[in-house]
Structures are given as C-alpha cells and as structure tokens.
C-alpha cells in the first residue's frame, strides 16, 4: 500500500500544453452538501469526452439524491498523456461513498489514430491479458493486507477485467503502474495498492 521512494513517479501533462482542451467545470453552490466536478473537453476525442462525462454524472446524480449535511463529492483531472496520437486522463473521486478513504480513480485513454476511446485495459493485448494479470496476481501476494482468496478474487470474473484494471499510467521510467481502489485486492483499511 502507499508510494515509496523507489516508485517512479506517474508522468504527468500540463494543461496548456494541449492546443484547444477545455475544461469542464461544476460545483453546488449549497454548502451543506458541496460537490466539484472537473474533467478535460477534449478536441476531436469526443468519445473518450462522452465517457468521462457519463461517469461524473453517474458519481454526481446519486450523491445529490442522497447527500446528508457535511458530506463532500470532488471529482478532479489529470492529464497523464497527450503524445502524438495517444491521451491518457485519470479522474480521481473522493467522496462518502466508496470504501475506505473514499478515494477511487480510473483512466480513460484515447487513441487518436483510430479515432476511438479506449479503457485502460486496452493497453495490455488481447493475447498478453493472462500473463499480466498472472504477473499483477504474483505482485501482489504476500503484500500487507492481502490474502490469495481476496487477490484470486479479484481477478476470478474476466468479464469484469475492465473494472477491476480501470487504473493503469505510465511512470517517467516507462513502467506501467496499476493502481487498485481500497478493499479491490485487499483489506479496505490498507487502502489502495
């Protein structure tokens, strides 16, 4: 759980640096049950835009119909990539509703040579999925807080592949980080991994 010192920090993009992006921002103005939104409009991927935009109103819709006085909602951007024909966003969620701190994050990547929206596991191949997952499965055994039934879990329904592995960036090393929301592939008090 939590980063090291050995980690290679995730890359990251300035804003600016991305000729027409617009961003798209909200917030209540009742501060009793306050919420921020914020996600990247993005010129001509207007599918991974659609995407991203499902999922915030999918996180907001519930919590305004439920909200109780001093619960929060913020959901903010990272632009994790925008090289060539390739864009990578992580939306981070910290809210009341999800397990243990309430943080959870996904990334949405667009693929600009085929024009299409891609989730994360897209950028593992078709054929390599199983050796990946194996790999991820033996990285994380024996980690504080995990047991083989909670990570074998995890990873029992492949049609579920994509919502498990919805957090996956590069790091300024050229690694690739998955990150796993609390209680995903262990114990939720130990947080993500």
Same mark, same amino acid.
């Given at each position: ?10 890359? @990251? ?6 000729? +027409? ?11 009793? =049950? ?6 990247? %409009? ?15 109103? +999918? ?7 439920? =909200? ?11 632009? &994790?990539?925008?090289?060539? %024909?390739? &864009? ?6 910290? +809210? ?8 959870? @994050? +996904? ?13 994360? &596991? ?5 054929? @390599? ?8 499965? @033996? ?7 995990? !047991? ?8 029992? !329904? ?7 592995? !919805? !957090?996956?960036?590069?790091?300024? %090393?050229?690694? &690739? ?17």
């Amino acid at each position: 759980p939590g980063s090291s010192s050995t980690v290679s920090p995730v890359r @990251s993009v300035d804003p600016s640096k991305i000729k +027409g992006l617009q961003i798209v921002n909200n917030n209540s103005e009742n501060t009793s =049950c306050a919420w921020a939104t914020s996600y990247p %409009d993005v010129p001509g991927a207007s599918a991974m835009t659609e995407a991203m935009k499902k999922y915030v109103e +999918g996180r907001l819709a519930p919590f305004r119909s439920t =909200c109780q006085e001093g619960q929060e909602l913020n959901i903010s951007h990272q632009i &994790l990539v925008a090289s060539g %024909d390739v &864009l990578g966003v992580r939306l981070s969620t910290q +809210g009341g509703t999800t397990a243990g701190s309430g943080l959870s @994050s +996904g990334t949405y990547w667009y693929d600009g040579k085929a024009g299409a929206y891609r989730t994360a &596991l897209a950028l593992i191949a078709d054929g @390599s999925r199983d050796a990946f997952v194996t790999a991820l499965k @033996s990285r994380l055994r024996g980690r504080e807080g995990t !047991d083989a039934d909670t990570v074998n879990g995890a990873f029992a !329904d492949r049609s579920a592949l994509p919502s498990t592995l !919805d !957090d996956m960036a590069f790091t300024a %090393d050229g690694g &690739l980080r998955v990150i796993f929301d609390a209680g995903e592939v262990g114990a939720v008090p130990a947080g993500s991994y």
